[in-house]
């Protein structure tokens, strides 16, 4: 039988791409929506030929929902997730899980009461430079990571092609750090394999909006290594990019072109090698989907997505208070 999902609002951008990923999907089907605009949802349920729900609290009685899509707005994501888990539906959800530490850990106390799965969507894990760049870190060509630097910015606010919600803060807890930032974060965490011992964070904002439209996060660790944040919704032409450097080595990708270049000690010759990419992995949903077949656990997802929340915390309250913000003062991870 085909998982039965019901998608929670349209309202991040990305909403339809994931409409989309369980529409594509052999083994899941959408079968409700739910939104906090109704005539919103009203649109989107037909589209889809499927039921609107106006009562969330009704839908996710339903025993003809097994698992739930999230993209409301991210202030949101506690109440409805909780609810979702509590209900027994398995939840795929935008990024990021929520915007403070003791939101998420009600939601990953929920979720782990319940028994559902649980997993989030950030897709750059899969890409094929992640996987490579994460081979040769394996291989330690680069030795010790002495910095870590990810760019991936947009022009989203110059050229306003970004839903104006985007840009309300009691939606979103934030601007292009929190929603567009999230993946140079979690990957900078990636890389290093350990959460920094503190987050220093300066925002600006060009076009004047409510939220940050540029964004820089510097994360510190014990041993001296830092690691370099940026995120932007002004800025033209810019690569998303990864540079890292370690005392054996250099690796730099999309500088501009999406090439992976590794100098290293350990290398025969003296000159940049370019290695190859490999296959994509399959994407979040596709991995939410066998974990609820196969009865098992998202663990590194959801450690990571975690990490996210808590770094995004650190950064906005860095950025808030133009001070070092040590991730020790963040309640203990639950």
Known sequence: MKI??????????????????????????????????????????????????????????????????????????????????????????????????????????AVRTA??????SLP??????????????????????????????????????LPEHFYAPEETAGGALIDLGCHPMYLTRLFAGSMPESVTAAYGYVTERQVEDNAVALLSWPDGAVGVVEAGFASRHSPFQIELFGTEGALLFGTPDERLLVRSTKLEGEGWSELPLPERLPNAFSQWVGHIQNGTEAEENIALASDLTRLMEAANRSAAEGRRVAISELPARG
């Open 4 to 109: 039965r999902l019901a998608k929670l609002s349209y309202w991040h951008v990305h909403a339809w791409e994931y409409t989309g990923y369980a529409q594509e999907h052999p083994d899941t089907e959408i079968v409700a929506v739910w939104d906090e605009i109704p005539s919103r949802g009203e649109e989107a349920a037909a589209k889809l030929g499927v039921p609107f729900h106006a009562d969330l609290d009704a839908l996710l009685a339903s025993p003809g929902i097994d698992g739930v899509i999230v993209d409301a707005p991210t202030t949101m994501h506690r109440d409805i997730m909780v609810k979702a888990a509590r209900a027994g539906k398995h939840i795929f959800t935008e990024k990021v899980v929520a915007p403070t530490t003791a939101e998420l850990n009600d939601i990953l106390d």
């Open 115 to 120: 028994g559902v799965k649980l997993t989030v």
């Open 124 to 161: 750059r894990l899969n890409d094929p430079y992640t996987v490579a760049v994460r081979d040769v870190l394996s291989r330690g060509l680069l030795g010790q990571l002495t910095e870590i630097r990810v760019r991936l910015a947009h022009d989203g606010s110059l050229a306003n092609w």
